[in-house]
Nanobody, 128 residues
């Protein structure tokens, strides 16, 4: 059974940090890119960051560059998203997804990309 399980969300004050985890199972981890996406209340789902499990290449959307860092532990089939200097506008449900290729367009226009697998999300709330 394919599973992507997110964890690490919570309530944090502005300026604080959280580390999200995405644990994958049931598929060949190295064959996929893993991306982090988020959806705030009343807004469309948007891309945040992605990493290629095969070569470790990464991409970020401009709004999180310099604050968020994505990494992968292939031995554990787990991808992490370290989020620092959090802002209230980072408040959202964060999802990880497995798909073909980590590219900038897959983050900026995720609706046009077929994500193979999705997790159920973890909620991040940043208070001001």
């Amino acid at each position: 059974e394919v599973q992507l399980v997110e964890s690490g969300g919570g309530l944090v004050q502005a300026g604080g940090s959280l580390r999200l985890s995405c644990a994958a199972s049931g598929f060949t981890f190295d064959d996929y890119a893993i991306g982090w996406f988020r959806q705030a209340p009343g807004k469309e789902r948007e891309g945040v960051s992605c990493i290629s499990s095969s070569d470790g290449s990464t991409h970020y959307v401009d709004s999180v560059k310099g604050r968020f860092t994505i990494s992968s532990d292939n031995a554990k089939n787990t991808v992490y998203l370290q989020m620092n200097s959090l802002k209230p506008e980072d408040t959202a449900v964060y999802y990880c997804a497995a798909y073909e290729s980590c590219t900038v367009p897959s983050l900026t226009h995720p609706v046009y990309y077929g994500m193979d697998y999705w997790g159920k999300g973890t909620r991040v709330t940043v208070s001001s």
